[in-house]
């Protein structure tokens, strides 16, 4: 499908990955932290290595040219880049694969799709970027169907229109972050919407998913970026109008923003643009205690001045990631515009930081080597799996009171659980990915060390526990990963009921053979 | 029901209004504009003056100490603060008075309501301070109904909770903007949303219309405040978690933001505060022409500063107000911050006023005439309806591109309306109440010269023009005063119909007997 060829069993394009001293380094810690003995090299697998089910389906004539069952394809199309997936892709357990993928190039093309599908009883799963770490893509629908169709919206890859006036644009969902940005470009126009994902995930993806970006305060969530959408449903297509605003109801976007492909498929948005920043100002802070550094950011989220980077890494995490030895926590603060000078706004969040205990660091090299492990990390699952590495990231939002509590419960509930589970001590980190005025974005990652092809036990252990707290804590079982179907069990607790029955209704009104994403947001119907 | 007695016939309190003087500039202007003349005094109705139909429903016993049939309770909540409705009201028209108001003082006691509500088949219309302009709260529900409860939610008066840490509070719905700001000023903080209506509606209402509040930029809609919500549906009570952020699946609290009583009657909510601003700096600017300030309010807002106050008023519009002469488009440039001084700001923000040909006045005075005109315009309609003044406003919103042949296809059919409804020329004129990045929000008001007691046809003409127009230069039917009965039809037009079908499955599953607001959002069942 044109360029370099995507991993089926990693993330990003094959031959790219950790260079052998990003390698070294992480297994060094491995080794002195949580007592890894010698890794035995386990290659990652091959086409040819997988035995896949024969296709369940055959689509019709009219649909062969947009159809594939290539097992190259299917293998592609069969799991997003979570930790139990890599777990099995390199145990070569590819038995929920796609019978078919899909790529229409039109609305029209989306539309017939779903026609065949509903007529077959086939499932049908969108697939942007497949970068879901949630098990959103995964084929997993149970029984019911008669097959499965993993629907590949990258070929609806066009930017459509541009309204410099508006800074605004009409964009086709499957654009990858670097295609979007390139074509932008020469307007002078940026998205200014990077997840960690932003290389392989698309602007339909981050839609169906609320995707955060990387800045810290303010305009960085998709859904504040979405000013109308297309979607077209096995009901038919559903179109809302470019407003900048509009008291008209509940939103209708607000709908499908976040729908998971379980209510429609998103085949175009127009989306609200900046001017790309050329005024900029950062620095790098240091705190003895995480708790201390959050009070700082707390006050910062709170006067006003949205900083575009506001985030801090605990200790741990630093350490883990090369930035520093493990002596602080780091705050990364920083500004940036395209029409004015920032220096105003930095200096006036540097006073708050440093009334509330942040030392200023003579540069920046802590926050560039932050930025640059920020962006190596999906990479890391291919070293870990291998080398028998428990290692996953969770993250969830709780207001500023609650906060200490929460991390502690939460921080507290995972080591246990890592203990329990393998027997020895693992680490768990936090950073925060965004912050609000009335409550950070906390981010957990862990790491524990259990045996190579048995570590899918462990982390579902640790992940229930994880899970359990971050709820009994207060807080959401994601922030910006998405629910998929790992997280449906905490969804319906967290959920209102009475909102969960409405969801159901709406997905009975525009997807009434229950044939999109099944499992995902909506429980699925038994067969 | 304590305090001064609020008027069942226009805006606020018995007792207040225009001031002779406010009276004799108004009519002055229209005897110069539009021609009028000589102005028969017709007082407003007395209670005694109504005849209302025998109640059709009796409240159970278990209910009977929080249920009123007392003529003036019904003639209250007959009406919201419509022209067609004050039109109504001085033509003695009450024929849709309800038969029962409802006074509930906690959840329970809602629920009892609608559980009673449902058993004999009345129709429930929840009422907070009823200054619905849209027809959103005048039981109209047509011959389907055994009868009529308006359901008043003013005794859930509590501030319940403040959480200072995060600056949030758990508010009940029927606090008035005044007591909300009275009980949360200990605190040292704001809801800092200001509706025109502040005095008169409560975060309920605010909640269930999608009010705006009168700061420009940014953080302004109630829609951004609501950390969490608490429903009471007939199907039961859905509540939400609080969050600063979540992105587990489409967003419960944004499908009940804008409900408008139609999904369930919102009983408390947690809002998002903000510290009591100190640092202030304001300036008014003179455009000759109204299209001119457009641009300049289009690169403040493109500029990354968020003013508080970015009010763009065109010439006529001043002339009206009394702000000033008409020689001039005034726009009111404000910031404010509870944590610096935002000199900052403001200079950068008036050198991009003044690239765009924006004159600094040498004083405030027109930004306060115009603030207090503001304040005062609710009880026009009490002087212009007995004058036979026709005068309304309508409002949208529209990107930046399609602006000036919106505001002149809008203008345009207005005025054309008005002639052909009057036969006479009228007045039109336009403001921006908020501006976004991609597009403002264009408020406009006209005032035509009509027959005292026959001002509805004509309006009805002007209305269907006015909102004609709307639609097809690409706006929306309301920005934020909200759907009601009065926009129902351009809000079907305007919608995705799918979303219309969606929404009515919610309905079915939260009100399955369908006696919430019938006939608002949803359209009604036939008898």
Redesign the interface.
């Known amino acids: 499908m044109g360029g370099r060829c995507w991993k089926f069993w990693g993330w990003g394009f094959e031959g790219d990955g950790l260079s052998a001293e990003e390698e070294r380094r992480l297994l060094n810690f491995y080794r002195k932290r949580i007592g890894l003995a010698d890794v035995a090299r386990r290659p990652p697998p091959a086409v040819e290595d997988i035995a896949l089910r024969p296709p369940r389906l055959q689509p019709p004539a009219s649909l062969a040219g947009i159809c594939t069952a290539e097992p190259y394809q299917r293998l592609l199309h069969s799991y997003g880049k979570s930790f139990p997936e890599a777990a099995r892709i390199f145990a070569h357990d590819f038995n929920n694969a796609p019978d078919i993928v899909a790529r229409p190039r039109s609305d029209d093309e989306v539309s017939a799709v779903l026609g065949w599908a509903g007529e077959v009883n086939a499932a049908v799963i969108p697939f942007g970027g497949g970068s879901s770490v949630v098990g959103g893509v995964e084929p997993a629908v149970g029984e019911r169907f008669a097959g499965t169709v993993s629907l590949d919206l990258r070929a609806l890859d066009e930017l459509l229109e541009v309204?410099r006036?508006?800074?605004?644009a009409r964009v086709q969902s499957g654009m990858l972050g670097p295609a979007l940005e390139r074509a932008l470009k020469p307007h002078g126009l940026t998205l200014r919407h990077f997840p960690q994902s932003f290389e392989f995930s698309t602007v339909g993806g981050w839609i169906a998913?609320?995707?955060?970006g990387h800045f810290a305060t303010l305009y960085t969530?998709i859904d504040d970026f979405v000013?109308s959408l297309r979607t077209v449903?096995p009901?038919?297509?559903?179109?809302?109008?470019?407003?900048?605003?509009?008291?008209?109801?509940?939103?209708?976007d607000?709908?499908?923003?976040?729908?998971?492909g379980a209510?429609g498929v998103i085949t175009e948005a127009w989306l609200?643009l900046?001017?790309r920043p050329t005024f900029r100002a950062s620095a790098a802070l240091a705190f003895d205690d995480f708790r201390q550094g959050a009070l700082a950011v707390?006050a910062v989220a709170?006067?006003?001045?949205?900083p575009s980077n506001l985030r801090l890494v605990d200790a741990e995490e630093c350490l883990v990631n090369g930035v520093n030895d493990g002596s602080h926590a780091l705050l990364v603060l920083a500004f940036e515009?395209?029409?004015?000078p920032v220096g105003?706004w930095q200096e006036?969040a540097l006073e708050?930081v440093r009334d509330h205990g942040g030392r200023l660091l003579p540069d920046d090299t802590e926050a560039q080597a932050w930025r640059t492990a920020f962006i190596r990390m999906p990479y890391a699952r291919e070293v870990q799996v291998p080398a028998g590495i428990i290692a996953d990231t969770f993250e969830s939002?709780?207001?500023?009171?609650r906060f200490e509590a929460f991390h502690a419960r939460v921080k507290g509930a995972t080591e246990a659980a890592i203990r329990a589970a393998t027997g020895r001590s693992g680490v768990v980190t936090c950073r925060f990915t965004?912050v609000?005025?009335?409550?950070?974005?906390p981010y957990f990652t862990f790491h524990a060390l259990g045996r190579p092809g048995a570590l899918l036990e462990p982390w579902r252990h640790i992940k229930q526990a994880a899970s359990d707290a971050l709820l009994a804590g207060?807080?959401?079982?994601?922030?910006?990963?998405?629910?998929g179907r790992d997280?449906m069990p905490w969804?319906r607790q967290?959920?209102?009921?009475?909102?969960g029955?409405?969801?159901?209704?709406?997905k009975?009104?525009?997807d009434p053979a229950g044939i999109l994403n099944p499992g995902v947001?909506v429980p699925a119907r038994s067969a």
Chains 1, 2 share one sequence.
């Open positions: 309204d006036t508006s800074r605004a998913t609320r995707s955060g969530h000013e449903t009901a038919g297509v559903m179109e809302s109008r470019r407003l900048p605003g509009s008291g008209a109801g509940p939103s209708p607000r709908l499908m923003i976040g729908s998971e209510l609200r900046q001017d707390r709170q006067a006003g001045l949205y515009s395209a029409d004015h105003t006036r708050v939002a709780i207001t500023w009171d965004h609000y005025p009335d409550g950070p974005a207060g807080g959401t079982i994601t922030h910006h990963h998405a629910v997280h969804y967290q959920r209102p009921a009475l909102f029955a409405a969801l159901a209704a709406a009975a009104t525009l947001l």
